[in-house]
C-alpha cells in the first residue's frame, strides 16, 4: 500500500493514524494505493471514493483525514484484506455531529491511580483507543476524589488534589505538598507534559481538570500530603500565580475545568472574588482558552467574572444527575429542588443549596436563548461503575440529543471513574479482576475497550454503521462476536431505565442500581438509605414514612 497526503491535510494526527493503518496491512505495498485530499466535507470530516486501484480520502483538515486512515484500519479487519476493505467504504461519508465529544479520566487514590498517572506506557495505549474512538478532547480530572464541605470526615487522600503543588515550583511562593520530594514533583510535571503532547498528537484537544481548590479540607482531615505555605489571605492570588506558571511550562492546554461551587473548595458566598484573580491570570496569558465552569452554583457573579478577552467560557451540567440515564434530557426539576431563602450561617453553601440550588442536577435555566455561553453535558458514572455497557441505540440517542437547545457537545466519566474516592484505595486494588488469570494491571480500562468505541464513535456519528464496531467484536470474541453483541445491548439498556424510572436520589454516593443494597425488599426492615426523597422507599409496596428530615 502507498499513502499520498496533501500537504494541507499533513499533521500530526495523520501521521499517527497513518502508523495505526500501517500496523494493520503489515507494512506490505500490494493492494490500492490510499490518497488523501483536501475538501470541505463538514466538521472533522471525510468521505471515501474508490476504484480497483486507488481509495481517494478527501478531508476537511488533519483530523478528518485522520478518521479516515483509521475508518481503513477498521475495514481492515473486518474485511481481511486491503482490496475488499477499499471496495467496501466506497461512497461512504461521515462529519461531526458535535465539537465536543469529550472522556473524562479521573486521579482518585494515590494508592491506585499513581501507577497508570506515570506510565507512559499505558498514556501511548488508552490515548490511542480513546483517538480511534474520535473522541473530541480527553479531560484529565483532578480534585474530585472529595467534596470540600460536604464530606463529614474530611480528606486523607489528597494526592493531586490541590494540583498546583504536585507539579509546580512557583516562582516568588513557599508552598508545598509535604510528602512529595522535589524529584517527584518534577517527575509529574514531566508526565503532564507527555500527556498533553500525546493528547495533541492524535488531534484531540487536552483539557485540564481542576475540580478542588482547597488547600487544607478542614473538619477532620488529616492530609497524607500536607499543603504548608499558604493562609486565607494569599490563597487566590497564589492560585493566579500558579496558574499562569502552569501554563507557562505547558502551553499546549487548550481549556480548564473548574468546579466552581462551594464543593470545590470555594465558598458560595463572594466566590466571585477567588474566581476573578483565576480569570484574570488566565486572561493576561494571552492564549484563547476554554473556561469551563461546572454548571452547579453558577450565578451571574461568576458569569461576569469570567468574561475576560480571550476567555471562552462554556457551561458543563449533568445530564442525568449524577447517573447514566436514557438519551432524551429532564423536562421538569423536583419541587424540592426549587429555589430557597438562604437561612443565616449558610454563607458557604448559600447559592449552591439554596438560592439556586435547581442548577445541581441538570441544566437549569441555562438553556435560554439570550444565554452569555456555551453549555456542553456531562453524563456522571454513578449508574454504570463496574460491569461493561455497550448498546448503539444508547449512545447513538445520546449522540443525537446531546445539542438539544443549542449545547455544544458532550463529556462521559468513564468507567472506574470514582475507584478509590474519598480514601477507599488500597495499594494494589485498581483492577476489578481478582482471580490471577483475569488480571488486567495498568490495563485495567481495556475491559471496557467496546464502551468507548460505542460512545466515540456514536457521538461523532450517530449514524454510524454497525461495522465500526464489530471489527472489534470480532477481533475479541471470534464467532461469538454476533452473540456479544446482540446480547449487552439489551442488558445495557436496563441500568439507564432504572435510573429514570425508579429515580431515588440524584448523587451517586447515595443511590447505586448496579450494586443496590441501601433500600430494603420487605415490610419492616429498618431502612438504611441515603435515597434523596421526600419519604424514605423501600423496592416493592407502600411508603415508608421518614424518621428523619430528607436529605437534599
Not at 67 to 79: E, N
Not at 240 to 260: H, K, M, N, Q, Y
Not at 458 to 480: I, M
Request: glycine share 10%; hydrophobic share 35%.
Amino acid at each position: 500500500m502507498t499513502l499520498t497526503i496533501a500537504p494541507e491535510l499533513d499533521g500530526p494526527p495523520v501521521r499517527w493514524a497513518a502508523e495505526i493503518l500501517t500496523g494493520r496491512t503489515g507494512g506490505t505495498a500490494d493492494g490500492p494505493s490510499v490518497e488523501l485530499v483536501a475538501g470541505d466535507i463538514g466538521p472533522q470530516g471525510y468521505a471515501y471514493a474508490a476504484s480497483d486501484d486507488r481509495l481517494l480520502i478527501t478531508a476537511t483538515d488533519a483530523v478528518g483525514a485522520s478518521y479516515g486512515l483509521v475508518g481503513l484500519a477498521d475495514q481492515l479487519s473486518l474485511a481481511g484484506d486491503l482490496r475488499s476493505a477499499v471496495a467496501g467504504l466506497d461512497g461512504r461519508s461521515a462529519a461531526a455531529a458535535m465539537p465536543v465529544r469529550g472522556i473524562m479520566r479521573s486521579f482518585s487514590s494515590v494508592d491506585e491511580d499513581l501507577g497508570w498517572f506515570t506510565s507512559r506506557e499505558f498514556w501511548v495505549d488508552y490515548l490511542d483507543w480513546i483517538a480511534q474512538a474520535r473522541f473530541s478532547r480527553f479531560h484529565l480530572t483532578l480534585g474530585m476524589q472529595y467534596n470540600y464541605g460536604a464530606d463529614l470526615n474530611g480528606a486523607t487522600d489528597n494526592y493531586l488534589c490541590f494540583a498546583y503543588p504536585f507539579f509546580l515550583d512557583v516562582p516568588g511562593w513557599d508552598v508545598r505538598a509535604e510528602g512529595v520530594s522535589d524529584e517527584e514533583r518534577d517527575r509529574n510535571l514531566e508526565i503532564l507534559k507527555f500527556i498533553i503532547a500525546e493528547t495533541k498528537r492524535r488531534g484531540l484537544d487536552f483539557q485540564m481538570g481542576l475540580w478542588n481548590h482547597a488547600y487544607d479540607y478542614g473538619r477532620n482531615s488529616v492530609h497524607r500530603f500536607p499543603i504548608t505555605g499558604l493562609t486565607p489571605d494569599t490563597h487566590a492570588d497564589y492560585c493566579a500565580a500558579a496558574i499562569t506558571e502552569l501554563l507557562r511550562e505547558c502551553p499546549d492546554i487548550d481549556g480548564f475545568s473548574f468546579r466552581v461551587h462551594y464543593e470545590g473548595g470555594i465558598p458560595d458566598e463572594g466566590h466571585e472574588r477567588f474566581w476573578g484573580k483565576v480569570f484574570d491570570a488566565l486572561s493576561a496569558t494571552g492564549k484563547p482558552l476554554q473556561v469551563d465552569m461546572h454548571a452547579k452554583g453558577v450565578d451571574d457573579a461568576l458569569l461576569d467574572a469570567v468574561d475576560k478577552p480571550g476567555l471562552k467560557p462554556v457551561l458543563g451540567a449533568k445530564y442525568w444527575a449524577e447517573h447514566q440515564g436514557l438519551p432524551y434530557h429532564q423536562a421538569s426539576i423536583r419541587r424540592m429542588e426549587e429555589s430557597k431563602p438562604v437561612p443565616p450561617g449558610h454563607e458557604l453553601t448559600a447559592i449552591t443549596e439554596f438560592s439556586r440550588r435547581f442548577t445541581r442536577y441538570g441544566y437549569g435555566d441555562f438553556l435560554n436563548t439570550d444565554r452569555r455561553t456555551d453549555l456542553i453535558f456531562r453524563v456522571w458514572p454513578g449508574t454504570q461503575k463496574l460491569l461493561l455497557w455497550g448498546d448503539p441505540a444508547l449512545a447513538a440517542g445520546y449522540g443525537r440529543l446531546s445539542t438539544f437547545a443549542g449545547a455544544i457537545g458532550i463529556d462521559v466519566c468513564e468507567p472506574l471513574f470514582f475507584k478509590g474516592r474519598k480514601g477507599s484505595g488500597v495499594p494494589g486494588r485498581r483492577d476489578p479482576y481478582i482471580a490471577d488469570d483475569l488480571r488486567l494491571g495498568l490495563a485495567d480500562w481495556t475491559k471496557y475497550k467496546y464502551t468507548y468505541r460505542l460512545w466515540g464513535r456514536k457521538l461523532y456519528n450517530p449514524d454510524a454503521p454497525a461495522d465500526e464496531w464489530r471489527g472489534y467484536l470480532r477481533q475479541t470474541y471470534g464467532d461469538y462476536a454476533e452473540a456479544v453483541e446482540k446480547a449487552l445491548a439489551p442488558l445495557s439498556r436496563i441500568l439507564p431505565l432504572v435510573t429514570v424510572v425508579h429515580g431515588v436520589g440524584g448523587s451517586n454516593n447515595g443511590n447505586w442500581p448496579e450494586m443496590y443494597t441501601s433500600l430494603p425488599v420487605t415490610q419492616g426492615s429498618t431502612p438504611v438509605t441515603t435515597a434523596r426523597t421526600p419519604r424514605r422507599r423501600r423496592c416493592g409496596g407502600p411508603s415508608v414514612p421518614s424518621t428523619r428530615r430528607p436529605s437534599t
